[in-house]
């Protein structure tokens, strides 16, 4: 059974940094070159929402709200995928979540709707104070 395991949550203040890594479990089962993985975040009182995709053949998306400041990326050796998110917000406070949806459709699937998705971690919760 392939698990998803975050981490790298926590509390910065605006303007600060944080790296919040996903990895995938059961590597022997998880062909991770594979998959299509996603990070998404639930802010208290609102919805579900992507926030960045990377598809098998690396091609990446990302939701508006985080272009130019947040960066996903992975090390397939690793089975590792990562979001590195710069220039933090208080609107970017929320619990993340790293999802994959093996042999998916990435490049033209619905990669930022978490429907697309199979596959779920757990959660880590990012804090960003003004």
């Known amino acids: 059974q392939v698990q998803l395991v975050e981490s790298g949550g926590g509390s910065v203040q605006a303007g600060g940094s944080l790296r919040l890594s996903c990895v995938a479990s059961?590597?022997?089962?998880?062909?991770?070159?594979?998959?299509?993985m996603g990070w998404f975040r639930h802010a208290p009182g609102k919805e579900l929402v992507g926030v960045a995709s990377?598809?098998?053949?690396?091609?990446?998306r990302y939701a508006d709200p985080v272009k130019g400041r947040f960066t996903i990326s992975q090390d397939i050796a690793k089975n590792t995928l990562y979001l590195t998110m710069n220039s933090l917000e208080p609107e970017d406070t929320a619990m993340y979540f790293c999802?994959?949806?093996?042999?998916?459709?990435?490049?033209?699937?619905?990669?930022?709707?978490?429907?697309?998705?199979?596959?779920w971690g757990q959660g880590t919760q990012v804090t960003v104070s003004s």
């Open positions: 999802a994959a949806r093996p042999y998916g459709d990435c490049w033209s699937g619905p990669v930022l709707s978490s429907g697309f998705y199979t596959i």
């Open positions: 059961a590597a022997s089962a998880f062909p991770y070159s594979k998959y299509c």
């Open positions: 990377m598809g098998r053949d690396a091609r990446i």
